[in-house]
C-alpha cells in the first residue's frame, strides 16, 4: 500500500503577527509617492511659469511693460530674488491656502477657484459615474452575447464614437438638441460661479451627455475584451463542465475576474475626465475649473494657472492611489500571499 | 521497486453483464466550417467501452485529440470544433443528443470532470469553499457532506482550506480539491484529464493511489487520459490508443503492453524509459498527421517499418488479435502482436578515459534574502561523462545550471571547468571558457528568437565568436558549419531556412541544440530538455544526445526530474533536494541500492513499468 | 542578413480584412482632402467672397463663415498643418517613449525605478492641460504644441513598450544571447526590438489619433494657429455663433476630424487584430489549438 511518510498537509492564514496588510501598505506607499509626484509636479510648474521664460513680468506684461510697471509687477510676483527662495515663499504660501491674487481681476485666487471647484466636480462625478455604469453593463451584454448583431453594432459604434474629439461630440449634440433639430437644453449656461449647479438641472444635461458619451466606448471595449477573456477561461470551462447554470457563470465566475483589468481603465477615464472638462466648460460656457484655466491662459493670469493645475494634479494623484487600491481589493492573488 | 499494482483484479470484458457505464461508438468530431477552410475531421471513428469500477487508460501523444475525446465525454466542444456523428451512451443515454440545460444537470453529477491544470481550473477570485458548495447546490446535495468530501480526497483539515483561494494552496492540494468537487455528488463516469501532470512524483503517487480508492469504493467508471504509459500502466485496467485522431489498439493494459499488436503502440515502447534495467531508447522518425493533411491509406503508414503496400491504399479496420478483447487498426496487427519483447537492452557505456574532470563544483551556496536555495553543492563531471541531477521542482537543481552557465551570479564557493576557476557571471569569463561550456534550456517555444531564421539561430554564436576573434568568418565556411551543426541533430539543411514557428517542438529542440553545438564546446549543460516534449520524441533527443556525446566526446550535465529517464542516460546521478545533496553516485548503484530515505522515497513512488 | 520584415506582414493582413481597408480608405481620403486642397481651392481663404454666415450658394457652395469668408476653401486649407503637426507630435512621442520603456526594462532595477518614476510625473497632468501650461507661457508657437504632446505620449508609450520588453527579455533565447556574452546593447537591438513591431505599431496608431485629437482641441481652444488662418479646430470654435445661420462652418471641418480620427482608429484596430494572429503561432505547441485559437481571434 501507500508508503506515505508525510502528515496531511496543511494550510491557513499565517498567525495574527506575521498577517500582511497588503491594502493598507499600499496606501501608505501610494500616498508616498503621490506626494513626491506632487512636490514634483509644483517644481514643474513653478519653473514653467516663473523661471524659465526669463522675465515672466515681460511675458504677462508684454506692449503694457513700462519701466514702473514692470518693476512693481516683479515685486509683486518676487522675482528679483533667487530662484529657489522664490519656490520656497511660494510653496509655503500654497500650503497655507493663500494662491495669490489673480492678476486679471485682482481676487484673491483661492476664492475664485474654490468656487469652481465643486462645479466641475459635478460634472466629473455625474459623467464619471453615467459613463463606468453604462460602459460596463454594455461590455457585459456584448461579451454574453458575443458575435450577435448587437454585439457587432456596439463595437462598431463603440470604434467610431471613441476616436471623436469632445469638441465635435458636443457641437452634434448642441445642434440636435439645443440648437438645429430640437431645442430642449440651453446650448449654453447662464448660472454664476457659486451658486449650486444642481438648481438648474437642463444646464447640467448637454455637458455630462457630452462628456458621457466620449468615456463610455472605452469602458466598453475593456470590459467586453476581460469578460470575454474570462469567458474563454479554464476556469470557466470548469464551471460549465461542473453544470453551473449560464447566468451564474456569467456575474458569479466571469464578472468579478473581468472586472480588474477594468478598474484601471475606469480610473484612466476619470483622468481623463479631468482634461475633457476643460474643452467642454468652455463650449457651454459652464463655469467650472475648465474654463477659467482657458481664460487664466489667454490672461496669462500666473498665480490662477498654477492654482488650477495644481489642483488637477491633486486629483489625479487621488485618482490614481484610490485605481490602485480598489484594483488590489478585487484581485485575492495580488492581496494574500501564499502561506 | 514496483509499487504494487497487482492488486487490481483484471477483468475480461466477457466476465461483466449489462449495459456498459460508458459506451462510444464511432464518435467523429470535426471543425466548424470557417472562411476559405474546409472543415477537417479532428477524430473519427473512435469506439470503447467501460464498465462500472473500470479505468480506461486513454494514450495519446500531443495532435492524437485525447482532451477533445474528453471534454466529448461531457458533451462538451470547444470553440471551433463540433460533434459529426457517433454515440456517447452514458448507462445507455446518448449524451450527445441532449439539448445544453440537460446536459448541464449532468454536468457535475453524473459525468465528472478532473481538469489537467487545477491551478487554472479553479476560479481565482472564489474561496474554495464557495466553488464546492457550488456543486452540493445546483445538483442537490447535502452541504454538509463537505468536510467528508475533502476527507475522501485527501484533505485531513477541511476548514482552512475552505476559507482559502486557490493560489494558496499547493499542486498537490489543488488537484486533491479538484478531485473532492468531482466526487462529490458520486457520479457514475468520471473523465480524468492528465490530472498528474506538473505535480511531482510523490504527490502524483498519492493522488493515483485516491484516485483508485475512489473509483472503486463507489464503482465508478473512469477514463483517465495520459501521455505517460508508466502512469496507465499502473492505474488502467484496459488500454486505448489515440493516434491522429484514429483509436488505433484497444484491449487489457497487461496486454497491450506486454505485445502491443500496433506497429505505433510498439514504438511507444521502446520509447519509454524504465526504472528497472538499462534499456535503449528509440524515438520514431517524422510526426502524426495534423486535421486537415491527413493521408488516404493509414495515417502511421509515413512512418511505419511494417508498413507495406496496402497500408497506402485505405485506412485499416480493427482487428482482433485475442479472445479478451484486444484489437489493433493495423492489417499486420496479430503479426506485430505476436513478435517478442520490445525493449533493446542497452549496451555497457563506454569506458571513461582517465583525465581529469571537466567540471568540479564545491561548496556552492545560493540564498534568494534569507532562504537558502543551495547548500554547500559538490558535485564533479569527468571527462565525456553524463551526469544527471535529479530533484523535483524547488530542489535547486535549476538554479545551479543556471550558477555553472553563469546566468547566475550571487553564488559563493567554487566551479571549476577544465582546471580554471570560472568568474560568477557570464561578464567576467573568459571567451574560451564562454564558448566550451554551452546549455539547452527547457522550453523550446521560447528558446528560439520568432523573428530569426534557423540558420541565423545556429549561426549567431559563430558570428558572434569570430568576431571576439578579431576574425571575420568567410560565408562559405560560416554557411559550412551552420549546415554541420544541423545535420549532427538529424535536420536537414534545407531547415535553415525556416522559421521557428513552422517547427515542431522536438525539431525546436533540435535547432536549440544544434546552436549549442555548432561552438563545439567541451561541457553541454541541459535543463529538462526533454520534458515539453512527448515521449517519443523525448526518445530521439536521448538518443540523439548520446550518439553526440560518443562522436564529439561532450561531457554531459543532465538535469531532470524523471528518475527512470536517468538510466537511459546517464553514467553517474545526483540526487538532490531542498537545496542539499542526498546521494551521489553510479547510476545503477544509486538506482538500484540507495542509501538516502529521500531517494528511496522517490524510488517508491515513481510509477512502475515493467517491459514484458 | 535577411529578415522576415513582420511589420509588412501584419500591415498585409490588416489592410486585407474588412476593418482595415475602411480604416486606411477613410483617413486616406482624409489626408487627401488635406494634401491636395489648397491647391484646388476656388478662393483664397482668407478673402471676403458673400455674407457672415449666408447660406450654401453658388458663390459659395458651403456658405460663409463668421467674416464671410468661403467656408469650402478655409476647409480644404485648414487641415494639413493639423495633420503634420499630428504626425510629427507622433513620431517624436512613440521615438522618445518606446526608447525610455526598452532601456528600462533591459536594465531593470534601479535604473528601472528612476526612468519610470520621472516619466511618470508627467502623467499627472492631463495632456491638454500639460500643453495649456506650456502655451500659457511661451504662446501658442507650433514648435512648442508639438513638443508638448510629444512629451505628452512618452509616459503611456514607455509604459506600453516597458512591458513588451519585460516579456520578451524574460523568453528564453534573450538568456541564450546572454550567456554567449553579446553585450545588451546588440541584445537589444537584434532580438528584442524586432520583437516589439505589433506593440510599436499599434501605439503609434492610437498616438496618432490622441495628438490629432488634442491639437485639434488646442485649436479649438483658440491655442494653435491663430486667425485668420485656417485651421479646422479653429474654424468650429469661430462659426460656432451662427450654428443655426450656416451650420457647414462648423460641421465640414467637425465632419473631416472626427472621419480621420475614426479611420486611424479602425485601422489601428486592426491592425492589432492581425498581430495578434502573428504572435501567437510562435509559440502555441498544441496544433490542435490552433483550430480553437482561430475562433478566438475575434
Redesign the interface.
Known sequence: MTTATQAPERVGPPSKAARPHPIRDTLIKRSGIGILTLILVSILVFAATQILPGNAANAVLLNTATPARLHALEVQLHLNRPAVEQYWTWLIAILHGNFGTSLANGASVGTLVGGRILNSAVLVVLAGVIGTVLGVGLGVLAAARRDSLLDHVLSVGALAITALPEFVVAVILVIFFAAVVWHLFPAVSVFAPGTAPWSNPAELVLPVATLVIVIVPYVFRMMRASMIDSLESDYVQMAQLKGVPRWRILFVHALPNAIAPTIQVIGLNFLYLAGGVVVVEYMFNYPGLGQALVAAVSDRDIPQIQCIVLVLAAFYVAVNILTDVISLAVSPRRRLPRS | MTAPSGDIPVVAASETEGTPRLAVENLRILTTPRRGQPDADVVDEISFTVQPGQVLGLVGESGSGKTTVALALLGYFKRGLRPGGGKVLVDGRDILTLPEHELAKLRGRTIAYVPQDPASALNPVLKIGTQLREVFTIHGGDPSRLTDVLAEAGLEDPAPILASYPHQLSGGQQQRVALAMAFACRPRLIVLDEPTTGLDVTTQRRVLDTVRGLCRTYQVAAVYISHDLAVVAEIADQVAVLYAGRLIEVGQAREVFASPAHPYTRGLMRAIPVLEGTYELHGMAGSPPRPGSRPAGCFFQPRCEFAIAECEVRQPDLITVSGTGHAARCVRAVEVAALSGTATLAGARPELPDEEPVLTISGVSVSYTDKPVLQDVNLVVGARQSVAIVGTSGSGKTTLARCVVGLHKDWTGTITFAGQELAPGVRHRTQDQLRRIQFVSQNPYSSLNPRHTVGQIVGTPLAHFAKQQGRKLAGKEHQQKVDDALTSVALRASFAARYPDELSGGERQRVALARALVLDPDLLVCDEVTSALDVSVQAAIVELLLRLQAERGLALLFITHNLPLVRSIADDVTVISAGQICERGPVTRVLTEPSHAYTRQLLADVPAFEHG | ????P?AFAVLGRAVRTPRGATGLAIAGCVVLVAAIGPAVAPYSSTAFVTEPFARASSVAWLGGDTLGRDVLSRTLDGGWELLLMAAVATALGVAAGSLCGVVAAYSGGWRDAVIM?SV??I???????FA???????GPKIWLIVLAVAISHAPQVARVTRAAALDISE???V????????PGRRIIRR?VL??LTSVLMVEIGLRL?YS??VI??LS????GLQPPAASW?LM??EN?VG??AN?WG??MP?IL??LF??????FT?AVARASLGV?R????????AE??????T?
Open positions: 542578413m535577411a529578415r522576415r513582420e518614476r511618470d510625473v502623467l499627472a497632468f492631463p495632456q491638454l492641460v495649456l501650461l506650456l502655451v500659457s507661457i511661451l523568453r528564453d533565447f538568456k541564450a544571447m546572454q550567456i554567449l556574452g553579446i532580438d524586432p520583437n489619433t490629432m485629437l485639434a482641441g479649438f481652444l483658440g491655442f479646430g468650429i470654435n460656432r450654428l443655426i451650420p462648423v460641421l467637425a476630424i472626427a480620427t475614426i479611420g486611424t482608429n479602425t484596430d504572435g503561432r510562435s509559440t502555441e505547441p498544441d496544433p490542435l483550430l480553437t485559437l482561430e475562433g478566438a475575434s
